[in-house]
């Protein structure tokens, strides 16, 4: 069955700099990945999708990559600011929306 | 326009309890899907209602088993509670999509449920 990776718990930054964190999956070839955010005690909240056929997609500060090579994806912040702290989860719309286990982001002042 | 809501917000149950989680989609959604989420973990995907029907299933015990209203609302039951069942539930909504790829999901914030 499809898995999916991201690859840290948890990533501490300094304020201003830029975030990257990795999410890899196996056993599935999907149209398009999505990212979520998450606070604690809330549910996730969509930030964006990309689709296999792109390569990059913009948001504001963020930035989502696809490598269906690599089966890889990355999710950058720039400009990192401490209201950014949260856990990030990738997700396969493999018709059950298999999330990953999340990273864990402390943006420190 | 109200997001998901869930009900209640926290819960405490003991080992043997049934309990009813309940949950009531974004305005003009027709599909509601439930997710457990254990601490430290993603959300794991339980089942998926629509046209009051379950459409999709995760890979959850037969104690656990829902309800689609006509209003399109929903309900998450879970008998014969165990210790593990501990976990946030989580309740999303979107429009039905025939293939069964949601892009995009709308998340509750969940019911904290804790079995004692």
């Known amino acids: 069955s499809q898995k999916i990776e991201q690859n840290s718990e948890a990533l501490n930054i300094q304020e201003g700099k830029t975030a990257t964190l990795t999410c890899n999956y196996t056993?599935?070839?999907?149209?398009?990945l999505q990212w979520y955010r998450q606070d604690p005690g809330r549910g996730p909240v969509f930030l964006l999708l990309?689709?296999?056929?792109?390569k990059e997609k913009r948001k504001e500060r963020l930035k989502v990559t696809f490598d269906t090579t690599l089966k890889q994806s990355l999710f950058h912040i720039t400009a990192s600011q401490p209201a950014d702290s949260a856990t990030y989860l990738c997700?396969?719309?493999?018709?059950?929306?298999?999330f990953g286990d999340g990273t864990t982001l402390t943006v420190k002042p | 326009d109200a997001g998901v809501t869930q009900s209640p917000t926290h819960l405490i149950k003991t080992r043997g309890q049934q309990v009813t989680l309940r949950c009531s989609p974004k305005?003009?959604?027709?599909?509601v899907s439930w997710y457990q989420q254990a601490l430290g973990q993603g959300p794991q995907f339980i089942f998926q209602?629509?046209?009051?029907?379950?459409?999709q299933r995760g890979n959850f015990p037969d104690r656990f088993s829902g309800h689609q209203f006509p209003n399109y609302s929903s309900e998450l039951n879970v008998n014969a509670l165990l210790l593990g069942d501990s976990a946030l539930y989580l309740c999303?909504?979107?429009?039905?999509?025939?293939?069964?790829?949601?892009?995009?999901?709308?998340f509750g914030s969940g019911t904290q449920l804790s079995v004692l």
């Open positions: 999303a909504s979107s429009l039905f999509v025939p293939s069964g790829l949601n892009e995009k999901l709308f």
């Open positions: 056993n599935y070839s999907p149209a398009y």
């Open positions: 990309i689709r296999e056929n792109e």
């Open positions: 997700a396969l719309p493999a018709g059950k929306s298999t």
């Open positions: 305005s003009g959604h027709d599909t």
């Open positions: 209602y629509y046209e009051e029907e379950e459409r």
